[in-house]
């Protein structure tokens, strides 16, 4: 008899004769080596014939899809045959650095594999949105939208700053961003690496980081350092912090004159649904290189047993592979990526043993759909209510089916203002005993980049530890992250130049359409409650017309439970709702699931796939977002499972 969960998975991917020492005294019966029969356990109990709806809703379908229901019902097709290029983000980018532009996403032309567009989705987003001319809608390489007109001096291009004064980014941060004072909440360091983990799905900005304190370029937007800045001006006189502009659509921003200018336009490497796409990329491809048949490609480490985590990558820094190559930036997000790989293993296995007469990629496709289902289900029912507290329900109404009429595209009011959650970091984490008691210190910078940790310890000293620790309020950023992450960075001064690099608009210009009456001096701001704040605004910012959209949304108090004020609440909630309505593949969506699997993915939680796929997680808070001490957890085995016989089909013929 097998004595761990994972036993089906090692021996599918070869452990049993590698690791034959652990593998036969622990998994007897999956590797196969029982002196005598082993007692096989009674089989779950047959459900009737799953009776798979068809994969979405007639009534939003396109004429010509919808009369190929029937038919593609009956003949499942589980790979996108090419139809064009989808370049890897290196060839993307590369060819965008080489000629000073980013060309779009290819169209898809959908109806070439309609079977597949009705039943999965593509890696690069593309063909959710099936009305003619929308199939890009989405998709990966395509332009961020903005909820506002673009801001540029000149209309097209110019940074606001470039000729009209404004404050220094990093003066900014000094002076109203940066402080060792925390505020803390009862929401732990979880929910912080949860929403960055959430947006490595959604949003990635095309940068290629040329820029150098002596390089002298139109697209370099470097930053000088004050006079009174004590960090950098240790390093060397005239420092500046450098940034390079966003790389931007092809025919925007040109300096010519005239009428038909169009603004810059930068480009969102990643599709915008929530698909779990940093976990297996965004093309098929680099999917294709993360697999190995139906499971994701992992190697077993030393530590017993072994932990099924993302190999290695052959370099000297023996970084994660992930489907987003940012999946190193800390260890916390190292250790998500980690969950959800195993998690994908877990349920491939289990749909095998279900559904012995599916093939490799049948298997694969149908777990990276309800992989990509529980992230939405998490994201909407246990991160949301947690970040945006009782506003949520004011922005986001319930859900009322598939709007192929809807824009999803990332604005670059949520990437680069309302959604640069860096505030919520603290500079220490902890690890933690199956107690939650703390055994051992992880500093949020120094453990940027090092997958070491995770591979002495596995993940569950370390989940533990960030539920252990409570996240602080956002709206002041923690001195890791203004002086010293990432050697010369300062993510405040980052944030604000990056939202004047893509014209976003002032902070003022939003208000009107989160509900707010325009500002006209910046004492009569009730949403900012300390006077001293709205003085130094007052001495940084001529007008109330120039403020940041990031400092101004930053500043404000939260309200009604959200961990945000509520402009920056507003933006949010927008963002999310437009990615669920817009989602043809969202998990609510009548007939992407049938009823029953709907309520299998309703149920499943955050704390159960940690549970499921730590290396001994024992007790749990169910509300994985909760701070926990140990006093208020509860049996793994009493958190509502993943319930996978709703997904059993029985062979026809």
């Not at 890696?123 to 929308?134: A, I, P, Q």
């Not at 916390?332 to 043993?353: D, K, P």
Request: one cysteine or more; glycine letters at 6%; a positive charge.
């Amino acid at each position: 008899m097998d004595t761990h969960n994972f036993c089906p998975f090692w021996a599918a991917i070869g452990e049993c004769p590698k690791n034959s020492k652990y593998m036969h005294r622990q998994c007897v019966a999956s590797c196969n080596v029982c002196p005598q029969k082993v007692p096989t356990p009674p089989p779950p109990p047959t459900p009737p014939p799953n009776q798979q709806p068809p994969p979405t809703s007639f009534s939003k379908l396109p004429p010509f899809f919808a009369s190929q229901i029937t038919k593609c019902f009956l003949n499942i097709q589980t790979s996108e045959t090419p139809t064009r290029n989808i370049p890897t983000r290196e060839q993307f980018e590369n060819r965008g650095f080489s000629i000073g532009c980013l060309g779009r996403n290819q169209e898809n032309p959908c109806s070439s594999n309609v079977c597949y567009h009705l039943r999965y989705r593509t890696f690069d987003g593309s063909c959710n949105n099936l009305v003619e001319g929308r199939s890009l809608r989405g998709a990966a390489f395509m332009p961020f939208g903005r909820l506002r007109p673009a801001n540029y001096e000149d209309g097209v291009a110019r940074m606001v700053g470039t000729s009209k004064p404004m404050p220094n980014p990093r003066t900014v941060t000094h002076l109203l961003l940066s402080s060792s004072f925390v505020v803390l909440t009862v929401f732990n360091g979880l929910l912080m690496q949860f929403g960055q983990f959430l947006s490595h799905d959604i949003t990635r900005n095309t940068v290629t980081n040329f820029c150098r304190c002596e390089t002298v370029h139109e697209e370099c937007a470097n930053m000088p350092v004050p006079l009174h800045d004590t960090r950098f001006k240790k390093q060397q006189p005239n420092f500046c912090i450098p940034m390079t502009r966003s790389s931007v659509l092809c025919g925007t921003g040109s300096g010519r004159q005239g009428p038909g200018r169009i603004p810059r336009t930068p480009i969102n490497e990643n599709g915008a649904w929530i698909d779990a796409s940093q976990v297996y990329g965004s093309n098929p491809n680099q999917a294709q290189e993360m697999r190995v048949g139906a499971l994701l490609r992992t190697l077993p480490l030393p530590n017993p047993p072994f932990s099924a985590v993302p190999p290695p990558a052959q370099t000297e820094s023996s970084n994660l592979v992930t489907g987003d190559n940012r999946g190193n930036l800390f260890v916390g997000l190292m250790g998500l990526h980690t969950i959800f790989v195993r998690l994908h293993n877990r349920i491939a296995t289990t749909l095998i043993q279900l559904n012995p007469h599916w093939n490799q990629d049948r298997v694969y496709q149908e777990t990276r759909k309800i992989v990509g289902a529980i992230l939405q289900a998490i994201c909407y029912q246990e991160f949301l209510p947690s970040l945006l507290g009782d506003r949520l329900k004011k922005h986001i109404p319930p859900y009322s089916g598939y709007n192929d009429k809807e824009e999803p595209a990332i604005a670059v009011e949520f990437t680069s203002g309302a959604y640069r959650l860096h505030g919520l970091i603290r500079e220490f984490y902890q690890l933690a005993d199956s107690n939650f008691r703390k055994i051992g210190d992880v500093r949020f910078v120094s453990n940027a980049g090092s997958v070491d940790l995770i591979v002495r310890t596995g993940t569950d000293q370390l989940i533990r530890g960030m539920m252990a620790v409570p996240t602080k309020k956002p709206q002041r950023l923690a001195p890791a992250v203004t002086e010293e992450l990432f050697d010369v960075s300062d993510m405040g001064s980052i944030n604000i130049q990056r939202g004047r690099d893509q014209g976003v608009r002032p902070y003022n210009d939003y208000r009107d359409i989160c509900g707010l009456k325009r500002l006209t001096s910046f004492q009569d701001w009730p949403e900012v409650l300390e006077p001293e704040v709205k003085n130094r605004v007052a001495a940084l910012y001529a007008s109330v017309d120039d403020v940041d959209l990031y400092v101004g949304g930053l500043l404000e108090a939260p309200v009604d439970g959200s961990m945000v004020g509520p402009t920056f609440t507003c933006i949010i909630a927008d963002q999310f709702r437009r990615l669920r309505d817009a989602d043809r593949f969202f998990f609510q969506n009548p007939g992407v699931f049938t009823q029953a699997q709907v309520k299998s993915i309703q149920q499943t939680t955050l704390s159960f796939c940690i549970c499921a796929t730590g290396e001994d997680f024992k007790r749990i808070n169910p509300n994985a977002f909760l701070v926990e001490n140990g006093s208020t957890t509860v049996p793994c085995s009493s958190i509502p499972q993943l319930d996978l016989t709703p997904w059993r089909e029985i062979p026809q013929g």
